[in-house]
């Protein structure tokens, strides 16, 4: 069937597409994609009411409700002979607000690259970055670990990239008062940074220890490593900076030790090249100098990182780091020399990746924001992470 109606849910949420199928008094399919899911939603209406509804093994008003919360992905709505018997009962706007309290409440898990469970002050928990559908011809082989094995251990070499399978990973990082839990990783995201096939034999700048019991899928470094090459020397530069941009926010994060007031007293006798909030959709080069990501919490001011020579700051249109011109905002060092990038040039470039690497790129960016958000956080509370 030819869809009547289709976009993206960033856009349209589905409580604003509930509302429209009520007021056409549609009668037809509605299907939700995401490519955080294997499966697609449906829901079943009949004249603007939805009757049932099917999200993988849940259906009537249970995969209803747990389509709230896909927030980003597509749909598309064709007019078509229903037959379903109905099985929800209830309709009007009091369905929407029960499906959008739930969301709230933290019942319904939205679904997308971060998912930040229920916890207590006493019990704080690193939030769970998950990755998009894998595409298996990727994948080499599958390995099996058991809880508390380190699959990847601080400071030593390597470029072997995992992708999680089922399970979950936790990104632990030594600090002066012990291990510190970064975040941990959930199914479809990738263990191993950009660095791992950018370089031979690169450091690693934090450990990977198993969760319980957890599978994985080993990448294709070689694949990804001949598509490396075809790109260009500003783009593989970029990398270079989103991949710096991770290690410079994982090292600010366990520093206990951070002066707010000395460093606040210090960035603000630097000149401000972009203010955090204003919306500019320029790139940076950098040819000399440093750079200061900072952002401002009310009268504090968390330093993010420091770039020098060769990095980028600015917006970077298809990454979202949470950082510069939204999050943060960039200071200037006395000597600072740039040199604006071309950003149309860098987003065809991008376009032509494959979806792997597209997803590499977006999950350094989702981990980027989840580190710099517990940055901000007062040290105290980072979760100390527990041996075995």
């Known amino acids: 069937m030819k869809p009547v109606i289709e976009g993206k849910l960033e856009f349209l949420s589905l409580a604003d597409i509930l509302q429209l199928m009520a007021g ?18 449906i829901i079943y209406f009949i004249n603007g009411n939805p009757v049932n509804a099917i999200n993988d093994d849940l259906s009537g008003i249970e995969a209803f409700y747990s389509l709230f919360g896909w927030t980003e992905g597509s749909f598309y709505f064709s007019e ?58 990727y994948i080499v082989e599958e390995e099996d670990w058991l809880d508390g094995d380190k699959i990847v251990i601080e400071d030593a070499h390597g470029r072997w990239m995992w992708v999680v399978l089922d399970g979950v990973i936790e990104i632990v990082k030594n600090s002066s008062k ?80 951070f002066d707010f007031k000395k460093f606040g007293r210090f960035i603000r006798q630097q000149k401000m090249i972009l203010k955090q909030g204003k919306s500019d959709n320029r790139l940076f080069n950098i040819l000399q100098g440093k750079a ?73 960016g989702t981990c980027i924001s989840v580190t710099s958000s517990m940055a901000c956080d007062s040290r105290d509370k980072l979760p100390l992470y527990k041996k075995k």
Do not use: C, W
């Open 292 to 364: 200061y990501v900072v952002r401002k919490i009310d009268k504090r001011f968390v330093l993010l990182g420091t770039l020098t020579k060769g990095d980028f700051f600015g917006a970077i249109p298809f990454i979202d780091m949470d950082h510069e011109p939204f999050q943060a905002s960039v200071f200037a060092s006395k000597d600072l020399k740039f040199k604006r990038a071309d950003i149309s040039h860098l987003e065809d470039e991008y376009q032509r990746l494959s979806p792997t690497l597209q997803n590499l790129i977006e999950h350094t």
């Open 24 to 41: 056409i008094d549609a009668i037809g399919l509605l299907r939700l994609k995401s490519k955080y899911s294997h499966n697609v939603g």
């Open 178 to 257: 012990g291990p510190v839990t970064l975040l941990r990783l959930g199914n479809g995201s990738i263990i191993g940074s950009l660095a791992s096939f950018l370089f031979e034999g690169s450091i690693r700048s934090a450990s990977a220890v198993a969760l319980n019991n957890v599978q994985l899928g080993v990448l294709d470094a070689q694949r990804l490593a001949n598509e490396y090459a075809t790109m260009s020397a500003e783009f593989k530069r970029l990398l270079y900076s989103i991949d710096n941009r991770l290690k410079l926010i994982t090292k600010e994060t366990v520093k206990f030790s």
């Open 80 to 137: 078509e002979v229903i037959k379903e018997k109905r099985v929800i009962n209830k309709s009007g706007m009091g369905l929407i607000m029960e499906g959008l309290r739930l969301v709230d409440d933290g019942i319904t898990e939205k679904l997308g690259p971060v998912s930040y469970a229920k916890q207590t002050a006493a019990e704080l928990k690193a939030p769970i970055v998950k990755g998009p559908v894998i595409d298996y011809s």
